[in-house]
């Protein structure tokens, strides 16, 4: 599988890059009690944070926004994924955990404060193409709804539009029945080559200390 930018999107946008993970043989399972307990205290964690700051206080938040509308999304009526996790926390509604797989997605893109996506692997189509969505770009979403994606980025194989930093599809979502997944890293454009790659081994160790099975990463 190769994935590839739109080169439109490195016009708008020069230092715009992607972290990509592949993950074979993993086990997807509920997740241990370790990291349950994990995620509920970064989340509470940044529930006080969130009583002193703003959310554009945190870098990744206010660089993603900025992405946003930079490539034409409304950010105040789409948000970036990683924001709306953040102002979940905000109000108090924590994140319920699903399985090892997206929880630990969930506590990535906590920390990092960057929208990631999460697929099965073996449901993608062949080659993907990150691009800019336009209105023919839709899909049933993780949200129960039919998203409509203009101006927002997404991820699209043979069969079209499977994935975004706003909200995945159902079409390629983990499951406890998932052996190989591909993990997207929307990376803030700030982001250096080389810390790029120090947070995709941090990422995979993590995830494949969770998962198990074996990582290969590199940034596009």
Do not use: C
């Amino acid at each position: 599988m190769k994935l590839t930018i739109d080169p439109q999107i490195n016009e708008t946008l020069s230092d715009f890059k992607i972290g990509i993970i592949h993950y074979n043989n993993i086990t997807v399972s509920e997740s241990p009690q370790m990291l349950k307990g994990r995620l509920q205290l970064f989340q509470e964690q940044l529930y006080f944070d969130l009583e002193d700051k703003d959310l554009t206080d945190f870098p990744g938040l206010l660089e993603w926004q900025l992405v946003w509308k930079a490539l034409g999304a409304d950010p105040s009526r789409y948000r970036p994924s990683a924001e709306a996790l953040y102002r979940r926390i905000k109000k108090q509604n924590y994140l319920s955990t699903i399985n090892s797989a997206i929880d630990m997605n969930s506590f990535l893109s906590l920390q990092y404060e960057i929208p990631l996506g999460l697929y099965d692997a073996d449901k993608i189509g062949g080659d993907v193409e990150i691009s800019v969505a336009t209105s023919a770009d839709r899909y049933e979403g993780l949200n129960n709804r039919v998203n409509t994606l203009t101006g927002i980025l997404v991820s699209k194989d043979a069969e079209g539009a499977f994935g975004s930093p706003y909200v995945d599809s159902k079409r390629t979502a983990v499951t406890e029945q998932t052996k190989n997944a591909l993990h997207i890293f929307y990376l803030r454009p700030s982001t250096e080559r080389d810390t790029a790659l120090q947070l995709l081994t941090a990422a995979s160790n993590m995830f494949t200390g969770i998962n198990g099975g074996e990582a290969e990463f590199y940034v596009v």
